[in-house]
């Protein structure tokens, strides 16, 4: 496809569950961004993904979060023992390397702790 | 670490009336500048970027955008809306001097432009 594809489009999920989020970004796109957005909020930074490693993950709000993207292309937002307060839309996004690009993003998934 | 702040929750107008959302930024270096819009059911798309030259710029569906160095704003404009436009608007910005380009965005703004 030619966008930055998310699945699940949605997921609800008990509280205390281990939930993966995943992100296929466009083609050739070598940094990956993972953002969360809550209801009546702008998205907000998670990490960063240049290649195969986190570059910047300091807007992951605690260690349940974790993603990977082991060969550079597709990765994986895991969330572990979820809580009620993790319920948000979780955005991907992906650009090329360099200082003026910009950043396409998918559908989300919207992450529905009950 | 760069924050954004847009002035309008809520946005209620009718169709060619003329549109104008305020964003604001704090960051004491230079920064690229970014709208995006998210239509109803739809993903993120960009409306406009600024990256560096002519302050005033020109995007998709009739948007423009102005960066004024000296109040850290970078408001978006439209002289004539339709009913298209209905939409959240968010501004967003990055830093240059970083190597990710993470975005900061504002709080959104929710255009209702009634037909």
């Known amino acids: 496809g030619a966008g930055v594809s998310q699945t699940p489009s949605n997921k609800v999920t008990e509280k205390g569950k281990y939930v993966e989020l995943r992100c296929d970004p466009i083609s050739g796109h070598t940094a990956l961004y993972w953002y969360r957005q809550s209801l009546g909020q702008g998205p907000e930074f998670l990490i960063y993904f240049q290649g195969t490693g986190a570059a910047d993950d300091s807007g992951l709000p605690n260690d349940r979060f974790f993603a990977v993207r082991p060969e550079g292309s597709v990765s994986t937002l895991k969330i572990q023992r979820t809580e009620r307060g993790d319920s948000a839309v979780y955005l991907c996004?992906?650009?090329?390397?360099?200082?003026?690009?910009?950043?396409?993003f998918g559908q989300g998934t919207r992450l529905t702790v009950v | 670490a760069q924050s954004v702040s847009q002035h309008n929750h809520h946005v209620i107008l009718s169709e060619a009336a003329s549109l104008e959302l305020g964003c604001n930024y704090s960051?004491?270096?230079?920064?690229?500048l970014f709208w995006y819009v998210q239509y109803p059911g739809q993903h993120l798309q960009l409306l406009l970027k600024y990256f560096s030259g002519d302050p005033l710029v020109k995007g998709i569906k009739g948007f423009e955008a102005e960066f004024i160095k000296s109040k850290f704003s970078f408001n978006l404009r439209k002289p004539s809306v339709q009913w298209s436009d209905t939409a959240e608007y968010f501004c967003a910005v990055n830093a240059k001097e970083t190597n990710d380009y993470k975005l900061s965005f504002g709080a959104g703004t929710t255009v209702t432009v009634r037909a």
């Open positions: 996004a992906s650009s090329k390397q360099g200082l003026h690009t910009e950043a396409f």
């Open positions: 960051y004491g270096g230079t920064v690229n």
